[in-house]
């Protein structure tokens, strides 16, 4: 089964060590949307075909199936995440918001080929440009460092 299985195998353990490097994804309370300590990132920031213009009243449709988000470390040495998701039928270029330090490191695609649908720490691109394509039908998720 491991031969057979081994792609989604390392999948299922890379993603394991994402979670566990990121406290920010097992919170035990409701974002709020303001820093958790004073000068602080605000704990989530949300977004959709613009940046913090997320698409709750969305009367043209212009944004359907687009949301992400930037959410703040929870713990000390955590890097900061961007999410985005396309739910739609098109392929899409989104913005990324400057990270307040270093720049955004591409960690999950969902629509890319094994390996290159999650990636190690180590062996993370950069992201070039501040936009980020998100396959229709997708999750992109970004780690800032």
Do not use: M
Request: with cysteine.
């Amino acid at each position: 089964l491991t031969e057979r299985n081994g792609a989604f195998l390392r999948y299922t353990r890379e993603l394991i060590a994402f979670r566990k490097r990121h406290p920010t994804l097992t919170r035990r309370h409701f974002l709020t949307g303001r820093p958790e300590s004073p000068g602080g990132e605000p704990d989530i920031r949300w977004h959709g075909v613009a940046l913090g213009v997320p698409p709750w009243n969305d009367p043209d449709g212009d944004a359907h199936g687009v949301l992400a988000c930037t959410l703040a470390a929870a713990a000390p040495g955590e890097e900061p995440l961007h999410l985005a998701l396309n739910l739609g039928d098109t392929d899409r270029e989104l913005p990324v918001p400057a990270p307040a330090r270093g720049r955004w490191h591409t960690a999950i695609d969902t629509a890319a080929e094994s390996p290159a649908d999650i990636v190690p720490r180590a062996a993370q691109a950069p992201l070039a440009g501040a936009t980020v394509r998100v396959t229709a039908r997708s999750v992109v998720v970004l780690e800032a460092r």
